[in-house]
């Protein structure tokens, strides 16, 4: 089966820029992540989609992050505007049902953003 | 809250050595816990999980065993070899609202031949 898809796979901009991701998950997974990865730190949960709703998004810097699923399959998550603190790799992972505690999270490549 | 601590890297190793990498986590309930692997310029892809207390989980000469009474998840291999290099993610599923993962730092193994 064909593995969750994110675009681009490297990015690079200036501080105050803007900037967007995409994530295309496995065909049939309900419950979709996005993570923020810094260097040297395990992923942190940005935000977490089951079918186009949105059911946590506690750690989502709002007032200059957002994320949306439309149609309940692909994903975008944008920054803007852009901050140095913000140079990470993003990671997408799709999963079959976030009411399974056991599902497995399939992930991404990720999107590596360096912000400069 | 609910978090994962695992021990920090870099892990430097022989080939054929034998490989611990300590995981311990708190939650409430009863989470599912999983071992993420990360190789050089790709994914992070699932090692191995656990359900419930007691379960071994188990994949390509990896061993891990859900520990619940100390809270661990230790992951172990026999003999490491050069090909199993990369960033091994502790992490954890658990329910607060919805089933959510909460992964560890990270250790790094590097396997020298």
């Known amino acids: 089966e064909a593995g969750v898809a994110q675009s681009p796979r490297y990015k690079i901009i200036e501080k105050r820029q803007s900037v967007a991701f995409w994530c295309n998950p496995i065909?049939?997974?309900?419950?979709l992540y996005w993570y923020q990865q810094i260097l040297g730190q395990g992923p942190k949960l940005l935000i977490q989609?089951?079918?186009?709703?949105?059911?946590?998004d506690s750690q989502l810097p709002k007032d200059r992050f957002s994320a949306e699923r439309l149609k309940g399959v692909d994903s975008t998550l944008k920054i803007q505007p852009a901050k140095l603190e913000d140079s990470a790799v993003y990671l997408c992972a799709s999963s079959l049902d976030s009411g399974r505690g056991w599902a497995e999270a399939f992930f991404g490549q990720g999107t590596r953003l360096t912000v400069v | 809250g609910d978090s994962v601590t695992q021990m920090e890297g870099p892990v430097t190793l022989s080939e054929e050595a034998f490989l611990t990498i300590n995981c311990t986590y708190t939650?409430?309930?009863?989470?599912?816990l999983f071992w993420y692997v990360q190789y050089p310029g790709e994914g992070l892809q699932l090692l191995l999980k656990?359900?419930?207390?007691?379960d071994k989980g188990s994949n390509k000469g990896f061993e891990a065993t859900y520990r619940k009474e100390t809270t661990s998840f230790h992951l172990e291999k026999g003999s490491v070899q050069v090909s199993d290099s990369a960033v091994y993610f502790c992490a954890l599923s658990a329910f607060s609202g919805t089933y959510k993962y909460i992964f560890g730092t990270g250790t790094r193994l590097k396997v020298l031949a």
């Open positions: 939650a409430t309930g009863y989470p599912s």
């Open positions: 989609f089951q079918n186009n709703g949105v059911v946590d």
């Open positions: 656990a359900t419930k207390a007691d």
């Open positions: 065909s049939g997974h309900a419950t």
